[in-house]
Nanobody, 119 residues
Framework: QVQLVESGGGLVQPGGSLRLSCAAS????????FAWWRQAPEKERELVAS???????FHADSVKGRFTISRDNAKNTVYLQMNSLKPEDTAVYSC?????????????WGQGTQVTVSS
């Protein structure tokens, strides 16, 4: 089992910055990757960014150049640095972790954190 706790959401003006954190606990050694997803009202959930054990990252085109995913292994924490925020970035952001045990892959989710970009 893996537990994920997100923090760092809030209200920010357009052009501002926020940093989301996702602290992992439990079977940390079985985690093979993390991802940040977001879901805006009446929209489908969207993959924002991901990072795998090797350190390779992916960022969606909609956030490339503005958002950066990173991981602090010593703190078992994944971050999403969000700069130049736009109103269309408003959504509930959720942290996801995937674990592997043998041939079995499991997915865990945090509780989500609201990000609102508005003047």
């Amino acid at each position: 089992q893996v537990q994920l706790v997100e923090s760092g959401g809030g209200l920010v003006q357009p052009g501002g910055s926020l940093r989301l954190s996702c602290a992992a606990s439990g079977r940390i050694s079985s985690i093979i990757g993390f991802a940040w997803w977001r879901q805006a009202p009446e929209k489908e959930r969207e993959l924002v960014a991901s990072i795998i054990s090797s350190g390779s990252t992916f960022h969606a085109d909609s956030v490339k150049g503005r958002f950066t995913i990173s991981r602090d292994n010593a703190k078992n924490t994944v971050y999403l640095q969000m700069n130049s925020l736009k109103p269309e970035d408003t959504a509930v952001y959720s942290c996801q972790a995937k674990t592997k045990s043998g041939m079995s892959v499991s997915t865990y989710w945090g509780q989500g954190t609201q990000v609102t970009v508005s003047s």
